[in-house]
């Protein structure tokens, strides 16, 4: 350790400003570390650790907004004296040094208390890990402290992830080399749903399986077919059609032989000969015209997602087996992944409903796909499964871990869903994110990180908060793929 200053006036028990010693502002930067000696160097009230931000530079001379001799100087190109300079940073505590564990400060911080700042050697995050039951280690460390592991509340993996960054913060990459790793060090197996196919398949080739592969469920095909008709052309004798077809789906399929047009053929025809079959002309005229309309718009392409063979009990099998699973869910429509899902999620919800320990943590990256702001049809169906599977999730270890470009609106997760979220990862954000009700301002600012820091936060760097921190405070962390 060592002295970088002191504590300057206004300080309360939750946070205080230090004052920089001479020419320190040159190498202190935020986010470091600091050990208060509360009180004074001999027989302090305690020793707190603190985090740094909200730097700030005064100089009374150079008032924008007064004019004085020191701003007349360098207007005309002279070097005002920096005499009179003060600069500071907000120190925010994480807690008070209890034996050798954190407790949360209860006492006010002393103005002229002096501020240590902590070295590699010191490796403050060890306290963090007292106290708990259950402590892992995520394969990434405190920026600018490679030797400072994070530690998590294992307890709390249960209680669900959100991993938020723009386009190229990050995401993919933390979730692979810092998230994966640690669920399956803590027991769990992890399926990963890769909405694009590009971001986690082509790393793990020996534990892929496509979605079109993997059968669906008639609920979830009645589902997926409903909203590509738009709502079977609004005629109930058409959809009692379709429904009679889906009743027996597993079946047409091999009848098909896994054939996407023979199978679009046959379901064509057997709802035209269900139409003909109705007794009375006019409704059997309206449904044909219903008929003709839902048929110009669903194309045997369509029904190729539909057409796999390996179960969803077959799936978790794999799981199981391999500890590891991506379902690369590339070539498929946004309403086949989304019933995917649903078969998915309903197997899973009725397996813990019967009491079963899951030991999953389901990855579902492009979260706002499945749970969008405002969502309608097919995505309301995945919105609710989404919260029942968090809400069940909990008690059973079902981890959910959803990655979404934002926060709120239109970018982010439906808000009713990220409420069953407990622990966060808050990458580089999207200017939409920036403020207003939800944003990363209500969530961060509290804490002395501000939008507009986080609009300019680096690729791979990403503030750690909530149930799964031991910190009450967010820490920002790195990590280096391997």
């Known amino acids: 350790m060592r002295l970088i200053g002191r504590i300057g006036d206004g300080a309360t028990d ?54 004085r001799p020191d701003v007349a100087y360098l207007r005309y190109g002279g070097e005002p004296s920096g005499s009179r300079e003060v600069f500071s940073f907000m120190v925010l505590p994480i807690g008070a040094k209890i034996g050798e564990r954190l407790e949360p400060n209860r006492y006010i911080i002393a103005p002229r208390s002096p501020v240590y700042l902590l070295e590699d050697e010191d490796k403050p995050l060890k306290l963090l890990s007292q106290g708990s039951e259950k402590i892992a280690w995520l394969d990434a460390y405190i920026d600018g402290h490679e030797n400072w592991k994070v530690p998590v509340k294992e307890e709390f993996i249960p209680y669900h992830v959100g991993v938020y960054g723009s386009t190229g913060s990050g995401k993919s990459w933390f979730a692979r080399y810092v998230l994966m790793p640690l669920y399956r060090r803590t027991g769990y197996s992890v399926l990963a749903l890769d909405w694009s196919g590009t971001d986690y398949a082509p790393h793990y080739p020996d534990n892929i399986i496509s979605i079109t592969e993997i059968a669906v469920d008639e609920d979830s095909v009645l589902s997926y077919l409903k909203d590509k008709t738009w709502n079977f052309g609004g005629n109930l004798s058409v959809q009692d059609a379709f429904d009679s077809f889906i009743e027996e789906w597993s079946e047409r399929v091999r009848e098909a032989r896994g054939n996407h047009v023979r199978l679009y053929d046959m379901l064509k025809q057997h709802v035209e000969q269900e139409i003909n079959s109705i007794g009375r002309a006019d409704w059997r005229a309206s449904a044909l015209r219903a008929f003709r309309r839902v048929f110009r718009k669903i194309k045997a392409e369509d029904l190729k997602p539909l057409t796999g063979t390996i179960t969803i009990d077959e799936v978790l099998e794999v799981l199981y087996s391999k500890g590891l699973l ?28 019967l009491g079963e320990e899951m030991n999953i943590a389901l990855i579902v990256d492009e979260a706002p796909q499945y749970a969008p702001w405002d969502p309608h049809g097919i995505q309301a169906e995945t919105s609710d499964l989404i919260k ?71 690729p791979g760097k990403f503030y750690f908060s909530g149930a799964m921190n031991p910190s009450p405070i967010p820490l920002l962390i790195t990590f280096k793929p391997r």
């Open 326 to 353: 991506i379902v690369d869910m590339s070539g498929a429509s946004l309403e086949s992944k989304l019933g995917f899902f649903l078969s998915l999620g309903g197997k899973l919800y009725d397996l813990m409903e």
């Open 14 to 67: 939750t946070s205080a400003r230090v004052i920089l010693l001479k020419d320190l502002e040159r190498e202190i930067r935020a986010e470091e570390f600091v050990l208060i000696k509360n009180g004074g160097e001999e027989n302090p009230v305690n020793e707190i650790i603190g985090v740094l931000r909200e730097g700030l530079g005064k100089n009374e001379f150079l008032s924008h907004s007064s004019y």
């Open 388 to 458: 029942d599977l968090a809400a069940l999730g909990r008690k059973r270890r079902l981890n959910l871990t959803l990655i979404s470009q934002g926060i709120k609106g239109e970018i982010g997760i439906n808000a009713s869903v990220r409420r069953n979220l407990n622990t966060h990862f808050f990458g580089r954000i999207h200017p939409l994110d920036a403020g207003g009700e939800g944003g990363a301002s209500e969530w961060l600012s509290p804490y002395g990180i501000t939008p507009e820091h986080m609009l300019q936060l680096e």
